[in-house]
């Protein structure tokens, strides 16, 4: 039995974990883990890589994690040719362009948008609700009413190859979308989906965001997990930072981001959070994985990166300097 005095005695050492930065989960303690060197940004996918490249170039001046993270997340926003992000993505079922995003920096403030239309760049939008509002998420047409309130200019971003492909599918009319299985699409397109890009800065500050349109041919309304915070992204500039991509359901079942970042705290590395974070999802089956991409990529504070997935193909860019570095996630299944 648990006495008035050891309960204190308990408290004072618990609450001084805490201080610590670190708590007490599963019974092991996470143990010191310094800063990062020097600067580091690291994105999902290979299109990362022109994201990075963006970051870099604020990271290497000094710049803030928050800034870096920004900048290079608005580069797959921009392009046309990236299917999954912003302009050019593919729309839902019913031919909207609808984009989810948010952002998320070393002092926990955050912002997202979600089922966004007309704009490019929502990860912009998310930071503006972050500083110039008092809220966290907002949706739909509140969201592009706030957009456009603040200077951001609307656009179709429906693109003509995005136009024809949708069209080719309605005449299938069948909602299976398969995000991030390569050359899964009819005609043998990719369909990988959402920019994750995190980043350390040179005063060893972490910042995240995330930004995507989606699974293609999703239900009108459907919002997925990029815009929840803790769920498509989370940082905890005492721990690390972790963002996700893929099915979105399956991440938002489990609040993926935030569960990777709380395996680090335990004591996790990066890549073994991810993995149990993973393995979580799949105990909460059954369903038919074979069909479903998840992936996770995590930051430590010490600049130590990791990522997992459930499927093979998931490839992830790093950079702390002029070049980066690709990688292939290991993989569950
Ligand atoms: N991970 C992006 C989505 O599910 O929408």
Known sequence: MITRRDFLRLSTLFSGAALAGGSFAGGRSPGAVGRAEGPLVIST????????????????????????????ARVPEADPENQSVGLGGRPDRDGHVTLDACIMDAKGRCGSVAAL????????VARAVMERTPHVMLAGEGALQFALEQG??????????????????LKEARYR???????????????????????????????????????AYKR?????????????????????????????????????SHTVVERMRAGDTPE??????LERI?????????????????????????????????TYAVRSGPVDEVRRAPHLL
Not at 47 to 61: E, H, M, T, V
Not at 225 to 249: H, K, Q
């Open 45 to 72: 996918w290979d299109f990362g890589q022109a994201a990075n490249a963006a970051a870099w170039g604020i990271l290497a001046q000094g710049g803030t994690a928050l800034d870096a993270v920004e900048a290079g």
């Open 117 to 124: 239309e007309h704009i490019v760049h929502a990860v912009s």
């Open 152 to 169: 951001f200019a609307k656009h179709d971003l429906l693109t003509e190859k995005s136009r024809r492909e949708w069209q080719e599918w």
């Open 177 to 215: 979308p398969v995000p991030n299985i390569e050359n899964a699409l009819p005609g043998g397109g990719r369909n990988h989906d959402t920019i994750g890009i995190l980043a350390v800065d040179a005063a060893g500050d972490l910042g995240g965001a995330c930004t995507t349109s989606g699974l």
């Open 220 to 256: 009108h309304g459907r919002v997925g997990d990029s815009p929840i915070i803790g769920a498509g992204l989370y940082v905890d500039n005492g721990v690390g930072a972790a963002t996700a991509t893929g099915v979105g359901e399956e991440v938002v079942r489990i609040v993926g």
């Open 272 to 277: 073994e959070a991810c993995k149990q974070a």
């Open 282 to 314: 799949l105990r909460l089956g059954p369903k038919a994985w074979r069909d479903v991409q998840v992936g996770f990529l995590a930051l430590r504070r010490d600049g130590v990166v990791g990522a997992y997935a459930l499927q093979d193909g998931f």
